[in-house]
């Protein structure tokens, strides 16, 4: 069984990630949605426990898909799944120099690793999570950037930061 593992930290899960998670369900027999605890990200606006509540939201017609939390180095997460890939979206070619140099420490970690990059839809070219969040802290309409059904969460966690 091939299995695809996308990783992010889902901050939160944006339509442009929805679409790359969705086209790897169709090239693998399984997709591990890969929710990490990033140290690097400073000030996030969900914790773990909702970031996976979201993305389990946003995966619930896919079949094939599940969600779990990492809390280490992916490539040594990526070892519970013998053979699996990392699928990796990218917006522009900024992400594959940070893409590329990631995959080069992953394999350095993990030498069985592959990654394999998928393009963004144009339409999601311009969408991040960053700019949800901002948009979402200023009470701006989130339609058409995120699953429909995490949009009262979104807004309710922007309201209480507000606050």
């Known amino acids: 069984m091939k299995t695809a593992i996308c990783p992010g930290s889902f901050d939160p899960i944006t339509l442009g990630h929805l679409n790359i998670i969705e086209r790897?369900?169709?090239?693998?027999d399984r997709v591990v949605v890969c929710v990490a605890a990033n140290a690097s990200k400073t000030s996030p606006m969900f914790t773990v426990e909702e970031k996976v509540e979201m993305v389990r939201i946003a995966v619930k017609d896919l079949p094939n898909v599940s969600v779990e939390v990492n809390t280490g180095l992916l490539a040594e997460f990526a070892r519970r799944y013998e053979g699996s890939v990392l699928i990796k979206g990218l917006r522009a070619a900024s992400d594959f120099d940070y893409e590329f140099q990631m995959d080069l420490i992953n394999k350095r970690i993990n030498p069985a690793l592959e990654t394999m990059f998928l393009t963004a839809d144009q339409r999601y070219?311009?969408?991040?999570?960053?700019?949800?969040?901002?948009?979402?802290?200023?009470?701006?309409?989130?339609?058409?950037?995120?699953?429909e059904e995490i949009i009262g969460l979104i807004e309710g966690k922007a309201n209480i930061k507000r606050r």
């Open 125 to 147: 070219t311009f969408l991040s999570s960053s700019i949800v969040r901002e948009m979402a802290h200023y009470g701006a309409e989130l339609s058409g950037l995120v699953p």
């Open 24 to 28: 790897a369900s169709h090239i693998f």
